[in-house]
């Protein structure tokens, strides 16, 4: 193929189709790297060249061992571009840029995507608001920390997704004991005040620093009320240059830029505190929203996140301008659920504006959209109860064990 770039995409979780497929339309190489347990997933297999196959989970791949595969790859197949797909590979993919010495985030720069210590530390050197907190390194701290910041606090994995892990404490004693029964685990948490709000998340594109695209949407049920609690996970954007949308678009380009994001896609989270009104930073990313957020986002927009990724790095590596879509400006909302069954039937939700339903097994789920936010907010509010009635169920969350 002329002028084909050689990809390794590296994902521990079964997602980015349209990147990979994006990808091979674009003329392209490309290699996957994957868990072995993943095998029977429907990978588009016809716009992959050859899959690669880690053993175990993700915390258990042997990073010496991926290095000496894509080293062994790079023997008769140069790579050009190694891309992670998810939050957990990110971490993969800058060990191996690093070693093997090919564009792109290197590993301090990672630690900003990835490290909720790192960010947290990074935002407050950029000046951007965040709720107190502190490491665990040092006793001293902690103890400043309890003495100066009212309860509720929480105490929170560093490196692992949306609300995994984070456990909600009310006083000083209960949180030495946590702290205790973490033994030497303790420096892969920090503890943080806890701050009643409304959660929004900003799903951008970039370009040589620069921001292309944003988007504005609001939790209706926050990840840590579903992580902690079960029930329905609900998303919507919200109107376009509301005060919120201009307030919350200008701290997530503050971020990337602060944090050093100079190419590719992001998803930033921000609370609202009930109490002051003040947009606080709680985390970011350097991926696409999960939970079919990038499908209610294209719903709204007219924008793919996975598929403009893509085209960013083709164009990055073929040294060529890239070109965004023209937007749109409507409405999208996802309402998402586990189910008790494994493949639900979601066909008496018939209104017109269902444009998507969720296809995985033992979720219930489906994404609307309109020209009208008003309409949004109404349908995921009725198919919220109704799926509540007839298909959630709720499953207690497993403990984090092993940390990554």
């Known amino acids: 193929m002329e002028n084909a770039k050689t990809f390794v995409c590296i994902s521990n979780y079964f997602k980015g189709v349209d990147f990979l497929i994006q990808l091979k339309k674009l003329g392209n190489i490309v290699y996957l790297v994957t868990s072995d347990k993943l095998r029977s997933k429907p990978w588009p297999h016809e716009f992959i060249d050859e899959i690669f196959y880690m053993p175990g989970s993700d915390t258990e791949w042997n990073l010496e061992h991926l290095l000496l595969g894509i080293e062994n790859l790079m023997k008769s197949n140069p790579v050009d571009a190694i891309v992670a797909l998810d939050d957990f590979d990110v971490e993969k993919a800058t060990y191996l840029r690093e070693n093997l010495r090919i564009d792109g985030m290197g590993q301090t720069t990672g630690r900003y995507f990835r490290d909720k210590l790192a960010m947290r530390m990074q935002a407050e050197n950029c000046g951007i608001a965040i709720p107190a907190f502190s490491s665990l390194f040092h006793d001293a701290d902690i103890n400043t920390f309890t003495e100066n910041v009212s309860p509720p606090w929480v105490l929170k994995p560093r490196s692992e997704a949306s609300a995994t892990g984070i456990i909600k404490i009310y006083d000083k004693e209960t949180l030495w004991a946590h702290i205790h029964e973490m033994g030497n685990n303790r420096f892969k948490y920090l503890v943080e005040q806890f701050k009643p709000g409304a959660v929004y998340h900003c799903d951008s594109l970039i370009v040589n620093h620069q921001l292309l695209f944003s988007i504005?949407?609001?939790?209706?049920?926050?990840?840590?009320?579903?992580?902690?609690?079960?029930?329905?996970?609900?998303?919507?954007?919200?109107?376009?240059?509301?005060?919120?949308?201009?307030?919350?678009?200008?701290?997530?380009?503050?971020?990337?830029?602060?944090?050093?994001?100079?190419?590719?896609?992001?998803?930033?989270?921000?609370?609202?505190?009930?109490?002051?009104?003040?947009?606080?930073?709680?985390?970011?990313?350097?991926?696409?929203?999960?939970?079919?957020?990038?499908?209610?986002?294209?719903?709204?927009?007219?924008?793919?996140?996975?598929?403009?990724?893509?085209?960013?790095?083709?164009?990055?590596?073929?040294?060529?301008?890239?070109?965004?879509?023209?937007?749109?400006?409507?409405?999208?909302?996802?309402?998402?659920?586990?189910?008790?069954?494994?493949?639900?039937?979601?066909?008496?939700?018939?209104?017109?504006?269902?444009?998507?339903?969720?296809?995985?097994?033992y979720h219930a789920g489906l994404i609307v959209k309109s020209k009208k936010q008003p309409r949004v907010a109404e349908l995921l509010n009725e198919y919220t109860d109704r799926l509540i009635a007839d298909y959630t169920v709720v499953v207690e969350q497993n403990k984090v064990t092993k940390l990554h």
């Open 216 to 361: 504005t949407s609001k939790y209706l049920a926050t990840p840590m009320e579903i992580t902690q609690g079960g029930g329905v996970f609900r998303t919507a954007n919200i109107p376009y240059d509301s005060e919120d949308d201009i307030e919350i678009k200008k701290i997530n380009e503050q971020v990337l830029k602060g944090f050093g994001l100079k190419n590719g896609v992001a998803h930033t989270e921000f609370i609202k505190c009930h109490e002051t009104g003040e947009i606080y930073f709680l985390e970011t990313s350097s991926r696409v929203g999960g939970a079919h957020i990038a499908e209610m986002v294209e719903a709204a927009s007219n924008i793919n996140l996975w598929k403009e990724w893509a085209k960013i790095e083709d164009a990055l590596v073929k040294k060529q301008e890239y070109h965004l879509l023209k937007i749109k400006k409507e409405y999208a909302g996802i309402v998402l659920t586990l189910s008790k069954y494994e493949h639900p039937d979601l066909s008496d939700f018939s209104d017109p504006e269902v444009c998507f339903l969720v296809p995985l097994e």
